[in-house]
């Protein structure tokens, strides 16, 4: 295995760096989908378009807890793939609950990001314990 076997004479060892360099890089820049608060119950609520950068070649999607769309397309679950200059936006199902926060994770390219969402509290509660203390 050293050096007299001709198989390995001509291999030459590069970083990941200088490889990402030669063939270009699938891993994006942080980016972020941010969140939405006050929600109705139990209903779809979509994410804002983002375009991530930083990568030169074709990336894998993959989606925990929700649903991803690109360019417009209909929204999948399913792991696919997104080309630089796409845009992207996600998905999630709010809970059934009042004040509940629901979240869901994306990876593009080896780079993590979430969603997340909060249902609206229930005023009728507050109200109705308002009204009980006022008319005391």
């Known amino acids: 295995w050293g050096s007299g076997n001709p198989s390995y004479n001509n291999v030459r060892r590069i970083s990941l760096s200088q490889f990402r360099?030669?063939?270009?890089?699938?891993?994006?820049?942080?980016?972020?989908?941010?969140?939405?608060?006050?929600?109705?119950?139990?209903?779809?609520?979509?994410?804002?378009?983002?375009?991530?950068?930083?990568?030169?070649?074709?990336?894998?999607?993959?989606?925990?807890?929700?649903?991803?769309?690109?360019?417009?397309?209909?929204?999948?679950?399913?792991?696919g793939e997104i080309l630089p200059g796409n845009s992207i936006k996600v998905r999630i199902r709010a809970s059934s609950q009042y004040a509940t926060i629901t979240s869901l994770s994306i990876n593009i390219g080896g780079q993590l990001s979430k969603f997340e969402v909060k249902t609206k509290p229930n005023f009728g509660v507050v109200n109705a314990i308002l009204q009980l203390l006022l008319n005391n």
Request: charged share 20%.
């Open 21 to 79: 360099g030669l063939y270009g890089d699938e891993l994006p820049d942080p980016f972020a989908f941010g969140s939405k608060v006050n929600v109705e119950r139990d209903t779809w609520i979509e994410s804002d378009f983002i375009i991530p950068t930083g990568y030169q070649i074709t990336a894998p999607v993959t989606i925990d807890g929700g649903e991803y769309s690109i360019n417009g397309s209909s929204f999948t679950f399913s792991p």
